[in-house]
């Protein structure tokens, strides 16, 4: 069974810095793209940092651009989100997802981990 599990979630003052991890089980995890979207208080999800299968191809949205980075280690099936310089609307619930080579949508989801950003 596939699985995608995220941890590093927690509380942190405007201006700190978090790392989000994702680890994955149950699938070919170097045949995927992988991402983070997150999910703001009464807000829908959005889209935050994509990863291709190989750790060549990054991108972010604007609103993360140049305090998150994304990275992967295909050896350790893990995904990781570094975030730095956090402000209050970053506060969300992130998601890690796989999406496999054709795939129109996103194969796997994780369960999501809480990021609060508060003074």
């Known amino acids: 069974e596939a699985q995608l599990v995220e941890s590093g979630g927690g509380l942190v003052q405007p201006g700190g810095s978090l790392r989000l991890s994702c680890a994955a089980s149950?699938?070919?995890?170097?045949?995927?793209?992988l991402s983070w979207v997150r999910q703001r208080p009464g807000k829908g999800l959005e889209w935050v940092s994509s990863?291709?299968?190989?750790?060549?191809?990054?991108y972010y949205s604007d609103a993360v651009r140049g305090r998150f980075t994304i990275s992967r280690d295909n050896a350790k099936n893990t995904l990781n989100l570094e975030m730095e310089s956090l402000k209050s609307e970053d506060t969300a619930v992130y998601y890690c997802a796989a999406q496999g080579v054709g795939a129109s949508s996103y194969n796997y989801w994780g369960q999501g981990t809480q990021v609060t950003v508060s003074s």
């Open positions: 149950g699938f070919t995890f170097g045949d995927y793209a």
């Open positions: 990863i291709g299968w190989n750790g060549m191809s990054i």
